[in-house]
């Protein structure tokens, strides 16, 4: 078969499925050979902006676009507004920048690791080391959990995602499910991140591309709240990737628009602008982020000879191997010799009554602490009116989506986890 005529059964093999991604079977030529445990890096190949809210004084306002003034929580807000959409071109659009398409992820085993870091690359060494640990926690479905650590700044970001797809005429629509939490000890700030629904355009073209949509918000332990809102071609600019972000003193005041403190948009993969008040800001206005002129710094990773056999990239080295040499059979056998030995593993586990033990993570059922607002995820998710359930990413509370859910437990990093581990190596 040709290439095309491969990608049209591809199409239309889609076209009729509902839900689990790793169920499909995609053609050889739209296989990445990178498991989605390393997609966990992108949340911080910016890391200096990830810890800029720890050096931000109130004089810093300028810099972020800010009138001279402001309280310095909402700057530390806007700083950290800067570092989410400096994530989103990692995320969403540099492998079909890199690749010419998006494709389609090796689908990762459970118990399977990625982890790396990121040297300081400041010139007075204010930034310190920068740690990932990314951790399959469920195969069925597929949940990744991550950590990433800045010990010198007392900074963690920790989360966790799975994604449910379905098929719509042209695209195929992605769901998210999970959150990050941010927090800074040093002032002890905490941030809940939830995570935009997606959906893959470009199908029929031959070039899988993916673009945002919808809302997501951030909610900052301060009470500053911030809705973004995307889009792509031809909704607010015509623009592919294009976003807006309104920020607001709390949730409350986000029921009326006009009551937004700053205003940011533009697009995520180019530049954004910043304005005072409830107005988009125009290309005048302050710059808030340039994509192209904020180069991403790359996770370091530790040379194949020296990983486990639970690390992302020694395990996949044969699937990955053959993908790129771009042969079928060759892939076919080396997937299924890694997966046949999974299904031995959780039959031996079965036998013994045993389960998996997750290295860095814990499921956490917060049924218990619903009520309570000791715990912070809880707290953030009732400033912003989110659900604690497990919902869609950014379900409100009161949706009537919650109904469907009785369940709410959440994958949390076990940081004495990673201080006694003595196999895996950063
Ligand atoms: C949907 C996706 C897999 C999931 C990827 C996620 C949501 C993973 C978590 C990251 O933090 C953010 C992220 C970015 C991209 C998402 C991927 C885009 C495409 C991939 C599908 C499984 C591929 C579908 C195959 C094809 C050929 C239609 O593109």
Redesign the pocket.
């Known amino acids: 078969m040709t290439s095309a005529a491969t990608w049209t059964s591809?199409i239309k093999s889609?076209a009729s499925y509902n839900g689990d991604?790793s169920s499909?079977t995609?053609p050889p030529f739209?296989l990445s050979p990178v498991s989605?445990t390393e997609?966990?890096q992108?949340?911080s190949e910016h890391v200096d902006l990830l810890v800029e809210p720890n050096f931000i004084t109130e004089n810093d306002a300028s810099k972020l676009g800010a009138s001279a003034g402001e309280p310095i929580e909402l700057l530390r807000m806007l700083a950290v507004i800067r570092w989410f959409v400096s994530t989103l071109k990692s995320?969403?659009s540099s492998r079909s920048e890199e690749l010419g398409?998006?494709?389609?992820?090796l689908n990762p085993f459970l118990g399977e690791v990625f982890v790396g870091k990121w040297e300081d690359a400041s010139k007075e060494g204010k930034l310190g080391e920068t740690i990932l640990l990314s951790e399959q926690v469920s195969h069925h479905p597929p949940i990744?959990a991550y950590a990433v650590e800045n010990k010198k700044n007392n900074t963690i970001l920790e989360g966790y995602?799975g994604?449910r797809?379905s098929m719509a005429t042209t695209a195929?629509n992605?769901r998210?499910y999970g959150h990050a939490m941010l927090e800074f000890r040093n002032f002890n700030e905490n941030y809940l991140i939830t995570?935009p629904p997606?959906h893959?355009e470009g199908?029929l073209a031959f070039s899988?591309h993916?673009e945002l949509e919808q809302k997501s918000y951030i909610q900052s332990s301060t009470g500053y709240y911030t809705v973004f809102e995307y889009s792509g071609k031809g909704y607010f600019s015509g623009k592919k990737n294009s976003f807006k972000a309104r920020v607001y003193k709390n949730f409350e005041e986000s029921k009326k628009k006009e009551n937004a403190l700053y205003t940011i948009s533009g697009q995520w993969s180019e530049k954004s602008n910043i304005a005072k008040g409830a107005s988009s800001p125009s290309s005048k206005n302050d710059l808030f982020f340039s994509a192209r002129e904020c180069e991403a710094q790359h996770l370091k990773v530790k040379p194949m000879e020296e990983q486990h056999p639970l690390e992302s990239q020694k395990a996949w080295a044969q699937v990955a191997d053959a993908i790129r040499k771009g042969d079928y059979d060759l892939i076919h056998n080396a997937k299924s010799e890694l997966e046949n030995a999974q299904r031995e593993l959780r039959k031996t586990e079965e036998a013994n009554n045993a389960k998996w033990n997750r290295r860095w993570f814990d499921e956490v059922d917060y049924s218990a602490k619903a009520a309570t607002d000791d715990d912070i995820f809880v707290k953030l998710s009732k400033m912003a009116n989110l659900s604690i359930k497990n919902v869609v990413s950014g379900i409100d509370a009161d949706s009537s989506k919650n109904d469907e859910v009785e369940t709410m437990s959440h994958w949390r990093f076990v940081p004495e986890n990673f201080d006694n581990e003595t196999e895996i190596k950063i």
Do not use: G, H, R
């Open positions: 591809f889609i991604i499909l995609a739209i989605l997609y966990s992108n949340w995320q969403y398409s998006e494709k389609k992820p990744t995602n994604v797809a195929l992605v998210q995570l997606l893959i199908l899988p993916v």
